[in-house]
């Protein structure tokens, strides 16, 4: 049987935790190392409703991409919810391991995940930031060829939101066909020249602000708005994968319960 450090240090192989960036606080955040795991509960995010699902399934361990501790807590109570979280899994004995920026920037990781949902060809870096200890480079967002006779972007965007079954996209239409498509899950539209630089004419990413589609709109990029949820929930069934490789004799299962979560007219 598995124990919580053996799985933290078999994802510290596929994704270095050495790789995150400044910001961020991916890592072993909750549990005891030496707790032994006959199953693993995989989620975007450690909601109280994921925290509860783990307690009620009989998990040991959740696994995800998001961190249930990103700021400094200044207290652990019932009276916020980042208070209960962490009490629910302290009560129930749950432990999270939580793989973010380091998770988006390696090898078939997010923005892998991302690229090959939408059917794109030819993947490669569109940001390299270095080569992690084994000299494996490593980076944010990912470029590739779109598949088939070339869309417009108002088409492309309904394949998108279909393709990641999201509640709803927002789109500018540069007037160019989608021939060459720019991804990065979660929020990376601070990278519109990057895929430019590339010769991308389109770019699907999340959490635009509004002077980022005036933007793309001047540089004539066709930019889709996916939403972070969708454009980052692909990595769950990767992480799945790796898991129930790494360690057979674990039940590994994707939450069922964690949900987008918000809803458009």
């Not at 209960?84 to 009560?91: A, F, G, M, Q, T």
């Not at 939101?161 to 498509?181: F, I, M, T």
Request: hydrophobic fraction near 45%.
């Amino acid at each position: 049987m598995a124990t919580v450090r053996e799985v933290y240090q078999y994802l510290d192989g596929l994704a270095p935790f050495s790789l995150q960036m400044d910001f961020d606080n991916a890592g072993f955040l909750v549990g005891r190392g030496d707790q032994a795991v006959s199953k693993i509960l995989v989620s975007l995010d450690i909601t109280e409703e994921v925290a509860e699902e783990a307690a009620r399934l009989g998990a040991e361990l959740i696994v995800s991409h998001h961190p249930v501790i990103f700021h400094p807590a200044k207290s652990v109570t019932d009276g916020d919810p980042d208070g209960r979280v962490l009490l629910s899994l302290i009560e129930h004995g749950v432990a999270a391991v939580c793989a973010h920026t380091n998770l988006d920037a390696v090898a078939g990781g997010v923005n892998d995940a991302l690229a090959q949902r939408l059917g794109l060809e030819q993947i490669e870096q569109l940001h390299q930031d270095g080569v992690d200890a084994a000299g494996r480079p490593y980076g944010i967002g990912r470029v590739g060829s779109a598949a088939g006779t070339p869309m417009y972007a108002p088409a492309f965007a309904a394949f998108v939101k279909e393709a990641l079954g999201a509640n709803g996209v927002r789109y500018v239409d540069a007037r160019r066909p989608v021939r060459r498509v720019a991804v990065g899950g979660g929020a990376c539209a601070d990278m519109l020249r990057d895929a430019l630089a590339l010769g991308c004419d389109t770019f699907v990413t999340s959490d635009v602000k509004y002077n980022g589609f005036l933007d793309a709109k001047a540089l004539g990029l066709n930019l889709i708005d996916a939403g972070h949820y969708p454009t980052e929930q692909v990595v769950c069934p990767v992480l799945v994968k790796w898991l129930s490789v790494g360690f057979p004799q674990v039940e590994v299962v994707p939450s069922g319960c964690h949900k987008e979560a918000f809803l458009y007219l």
